[in-house]
């Protein structure tokens, strides 16, 4: 008898030749400074790649086949070499998403990204309103992202995102974040906080409660068109599967590299025991990812662990690996926001000085449009 096909995901969990989606920042310097920043950026580092470094990373992404980079930071933009890197990435037939916090994009910039292919935008905001948004992520900034998702529709630049970070405060605003898409054309793309970088901290307070969740879970399902990136395959236990992989891809789909070349598992585990190399090492970036100790041990099959006995393992997959490790739980214990309250016993027995803590950062005391 012939056996069946794997599912996608479980031959997903083996790991792929390339990732689907490399998260790449490029530099640590922001000109704000976002309490739930993941890599705790402000100050760019010295020892950041330098621009002959990156074109040769893009030159082996190119030789991998990889389909597109997520280009981040820090504020990415910062970097004077910004557009020639962009530049350089559609040469090589390899798509370039940005993430911005919109400071640096002017008319003039935003009418030459509309005249590049294979380029997409996403202009960060964490409130529908300046009051919610600039509590988060500093004064001005709400001002400061809108007034470039207007150069970008005046540019005529096709459906650029609207990316927003889910909290506790702006969820009850997730029906005036669709009408702030859709007044620019735009898409609207939702993630999840995780406790990593500066958000180890602001997370205790700022993460979503479980009723948040399941209010969240439901309008995503009302709406398949909202991006998501994956961020909420935990919210699968609540019985309805969303758009995507629904599974962690850390080190099987997805990596990332920093602004130095250190190559992790995830965007959100920016530690020593996720970090698997460098580009810089010998055989750069494809020996990384192939071979790396860190990333063949996560396509290895995986224990449910504490989650074995819940009937919604297979939906949820565990949860979130970031979330869990700097919430101080074991890799294979419930995520912290299981929305069956498993979560809740497992941080309740913990001890708050016995989290890992994430990699020094470049924070750095900087809001945009101080008064």
Known sequence: MTPKPSPLSDEL?????????????????????CTHCLSSSGRRDPAEL???QVFTVIGELHDLKVFYVNLGGGEPTIRPDFYDIVDRCVAHGIGAKFSTNGSTLTPARAARLAATEYVDVQVSIDGADAATNDAVRGDGSFATAVRAM???AAAGFGPFKVSVVMTRHNIPQLDRFEALA????????????????RGADAWWHLHPTNDQQRHLHAWLLDRPEVLTG?????????????????????????????????????????????RAGSVLDPGGFAEVWRRSPLFVSLRQPASAGACASCGSYDACQGGCMAAKFFTGLPLDGPDPECVLGHGEPALAGGAPGARPRPAPGHSVPIRLGRR
Not at 23 to 33: P, R
Not at 233 to 260: M, Q
């Open 13 to 33: 969990k083996r790991g792929l030749d390339a990732p689907i989606c490399l998260t790449w920042e490029l530099t640590y310097g922001c000109n704000l400074a």
């Open 50 to 52: 330098s621009t002959e």
């Open 150 to 152: 207007e150069h970008l």
């Open 182 to 197: 859709n007044r620019f054309g735009a898409q609207l793309r939702l993630t999840r906080l995780r406790p990593s970088g």
């Open 230 to 274: 994956d961020s909420f395959f935990h919210l699968s236990a609540l019985g309805g599967a969303l758009p995507g992989l629904n599974l962690c891809g850390a080190g099987r789909v997805v990596c990332l590299i920093d602004p130095l070349g250190d190559v992790y598992a995830c965007p959100f585990v920016l530690h020593d025991e996720f």
